[in-house]
């Protein structure tokens, strides 16, 4: 990572991966080394509920395109980040399904963003990081991390692991298109 400049990292892999314990440890280490460290998650960007399972609760497909609104991601974090403006790390909370009234936070010229999230290198996001980051799990990890974390039976996770499979079909996050600015790195976890 350079010394100084504004950069945005993405933290990317399936459902279970470790992204956010990861994206949280490498804040740490950048803290540790003088970087100013801003965290957010694709989690905080959810679609209303209404909105994400209009398809079906099922639905990977309703996953894959409805659950995140990367329109106000884009808006809310990841553009005034670039122009050093104050951010919004976060609009909506999926528990209560309540938009959140968060405060701006502000930005230094030399703050590291981390946003740690499914589907990170779509191609709406992709152009947006500076580095990136590819967790890879197996997928039978991924399933019982994921039964674990959300107290679900395995059966149920078949939407996420749908979606995903439509994910690496869509965008290669591990070979990505010609188009991206950075490189993924593939870091086997599990």
Do not use: N, Q
């Amino acid at each position: 990572m350079p010394t100084g400049g504004r950069a945005r990292v993405g933290v990317d892999g399936r459902g279970g991966a470790g992204k956010t314990v990861f994206a949280d440890e490498l804040a740490a280490v950048l803290a540790a080394a003088g970087r100013a460290v801003l965290r957010a998650s694709v989690d905080g960007f959810h679609r209303p509920r209404a909105d994400r399972y209009w398809r079906g609760r099922d639905s990977a497909v309703g996953y894959w395109l409805d659950a995140y609104d990367y329109d106000g991601m884009a808006g809310a974090l990841l553009d005034p980040f670039g122009r050093g403006e104050p951010v919004r790390t976060a609009v909506h909370d999926v528990r209560t399904d309540a938009a959140l009234d968060l405060p701006p936070v502000p930005v230094g010229r030399d703050d590291v963003l981390i946003v740690d999230g499914v589907f990170v290198h779509r191609d709406e996001l992709a152009p947006y990081w500076d580095f990136s980051l590819y967790l890879h799990v197996d997928l039978v990890v991924s399933l019982v991390r994921m039964s674990v974390r959300d107290g679900l039976p395995i059966e149920t996770t078949r939407r996420y692991t749908d979606a995903h499979r439509l994910y690496l079909d869509a965008c290669d996050p591990l070979g990505g298109p010609a188009s991206w600015s950075t490189t993924p790195i593939s870091v086997p976890l599990g």
